[in-house]
Each structure stands twice: as structure tokens, then as C-alpha cells.
């Protein structure tokens, strides 16, 4: 008996509301996934942040070690900041050797901005990796300050140079500190460990601050002092007040506040802070004023509170 052939039954295939909500669920994948993989890039870029400023940390005090102090905010006779004169202390000896043959050491910075290092790019338009966020993402340049020689290379890490609490009621004592020479870091400053009499485990001597604040200077400098602005920008491209001042709108001055003078970052919720031990903390932006700005002083005497 011949048996009738069979031909095999065709494959069922994908229908049109099945291959959507495999779609779907691919798509809700992702959505759940991607916060914590950009969560997790962001940790890791704090976590650089923070080596980033534990590293100038230990620089200072290298510094400290070699000259027994601190160097000075700002020299007045050069405009240097004290980011420029810490650079052999980062590795950075062939910058400082090119800074210093080009006279900026004797002549003030904005004069010599425009000297080079090989003929082609200014030596204030160098930039140091050392000195940059990597969550802020603007790059090392600061653009904003318009057309060379006038563009500098650019730090997110600046001094401390005056830190008190000034309440709205002008009667108030309870200031923390009160000059701008009661920090580290100030015009000619030279400021020693011993003189940090509130103690380098409670002192924050360097802040982190994000480039272009819209209500102030555009990004920060790390070459020191530039007056093509009509003085607004002063010393405050590489110094920052961890103050209060008598405001109608208090949460200006809180980190991440609107004012170019206060700590800032792009990490969500505070910002980073160096502090005198070469330790790292990172402050939320809920910190008390008055417990920011005792933290900046280095011989206020204040007790601090919890943050």
C-alpha cells in the first residue's frame, strides 16, 4: 500500500501584535536600565572628581613642605594664581618652566597672555586636566570670554578667599569671621598650616564651581587675574566666597546657588570640597549657611554642626 506524501506544515511566524510587544518590553528595558547606567557614569566621574582634588590636596601640601606655607590667592605685581604656582607640584614642571621664561613671574599675566610655548598656542590658553570636572562637559577652554587672547584655559577648582555669614538683620553678631582675609587663599596671601588654628580636618580650602554662571564672569581661570572686563571679574575667576551676604534671596549663596561667588557643580545635589587634610567631602546643596561658611574660615573658633 502506497502511503499519500505529507508535506510539512509551514512555520508560524511573528504576528504583528507579538513583534510589538517584544517592542515594547525591549523598550521598557531600556527605560529602566538607562537612569541607573547614567547614574553609575556619573559616580564614576565623582569618584575621578574627588581623586582629582585629593590630588592638588596633596600638592599643596608639598607645597607647604618646600616653602612653609601655603602659596598666595592671587600675587597683585603678576596676577598668578596659586593654581599656576602649584603646577611642579602636579607634574606640570615643563608649563611652569615656560610660564616663568616668558616673564609672567615679573610682569603682570594679562601682558604675557599671548606669549607661546611653540609659536602657536598661548600659554593661558593651556589646559590641565587637573584642574577639570569631568561632569562639566564645556571643555577646557573658556570661549565665553570672547576672542584670543582674551580665551583661557579654565579650572573647576578654586580657592577659598573669604568665608562669613552676614544674616539679613544688620544687627546680628553671629558672623562667622567677617574680612576677606579670614580663608586660605587671598591677594598675597600666606597663609601656614599653624595659622589654621580651627584645625585642617575643618577648614575647606578649595571649592568646586561650574563654568558659566549667568550671573557673573563666564567659567573660571586658573591663570590668574584678567581686567579686559572693567574690573567685574576681580580675583574671582580662581577664588570663591564660602559666604552670606545680605540678600533678598538667601538660597543664592546655598552651593549651586545663582551667583558666581558660591560652590557649584554639575553633580546632582551638591558639589565637592577639598579640605585643609587633603581629604575630599562632598557637601549637599541643603548645607546650613552658616555651617558653609564657618567651614571656610581658618581661625574663626566656630563649633561645627552636622552636614
Not at 606640570?92 to 609659536?119: H, K, R
Not at 580650602?205 to 587675574?225: F, M, Y
Request: proline letters at 5%; charged letters at 15%.
Amino acid at each position: 500500500m502506497v502511503r499519500a506524501s505529507q508535506s510539512p506544515s509551514p512555520r508560524r511566524g511573528f504576528t504583528l501584535v507579538e513583534l510589538l510587544v517584544v517592542i515594547a518590553i525591549i523598550g521598557v528595558l531600556i527605560a529602566l536600565l538607562l537612569p541607573a547606567v547614567q547614574q553609575a557614569r556619573e559616580a564614576a566621574r565623582r569618584m575621578t572628581c574627588s581623586n582629582k582634588m585629593r590630588q592638588l590636596g596633596i600638592a599643596l601640601h608639598n607645597y607647604h613642605d618646600t616653602f612653609g606655607k601655603l602659596p598666595p590667592g592671587r600675587v597683585t605685581s603678576n596676577q598668578i594664581s596659586w593654581q599656576v604656582q602649584i603646577l611642579p607640584q602636579l607634574e606640570q614642571n615643563a608649563l611652569f618652566d615656560a610660564i616663568s621664561a616668558a616673564g609672567a613671574f615679573n610682569q603682570p599675566w594679562e601682558d604675557v597672555a599671548e606669549m607661546t610655548t611653540s609659536g602657536a598656542t598661548p600659554l593661558a590658553k593651556t589646559v590641565v586636566d587637573a584642574y577639570l570636572c569631568p561632569s562639566d562637559t564645556g571643555g577646557g577652554i573658556n570661549e565665553r570670554l570672547g576672542t584670543s587672547p582674551n580665551q583661557f584655559g579654565k579650572s573647576n577648582y578654586v580657592g577659598v578667599f573669604s568665608a562669613y555669614y552676614n544674616p539679613t538683620d544688620p544687627v546680628a553678631t553671629n558672623n562667622a569671621g567677617g574680612s576677606d582675609r579670614d580663608a586660605t587663599f587671598y591677594d598675597n596671601s600666606k597663609v601656614k598650616f599653624s595659622d589654621i588654628t580651627d584645625g585642617l580636618s575643618n577648614t575647606v580650602i578649595v571649592a568646586e564651581r561650574r563654568t558659566g554662571k549667568s550671573s557673573g564672569p563666564a567659567g573660571s581661570l586658573w591663570v590668574g587675574n584678567h581686567y579686559d572686563f572693567g574690573g567685574s571679574i576681580g580675583v574671582y575667576e580662581f577664588q570663591i566666597r564660602l559666604r552670606m551676604e545680605r540678600s533678598s534671596n538667601d538660597t543664592d549663596y546655598n552651593i549651586n546657588g545663582n551667583t558666581v561667588y558660591n560652590p557649584s557643580s554639575n553633580h546632582p545635589g551638591g558639589a565637592q570640597f577639598l579640605i585643609g587634610d587633603a581629604s575630599v567631602s562632598f557637601l549637599p546643596e541643603t548645607i546650613n549657611l552658616r555651617t558653609q561658611a564657618a567651614l571656610g574660615t581658618i581661625d574663626g573658633g566656630e563649633v561645627i554642626g552636622e552636614y
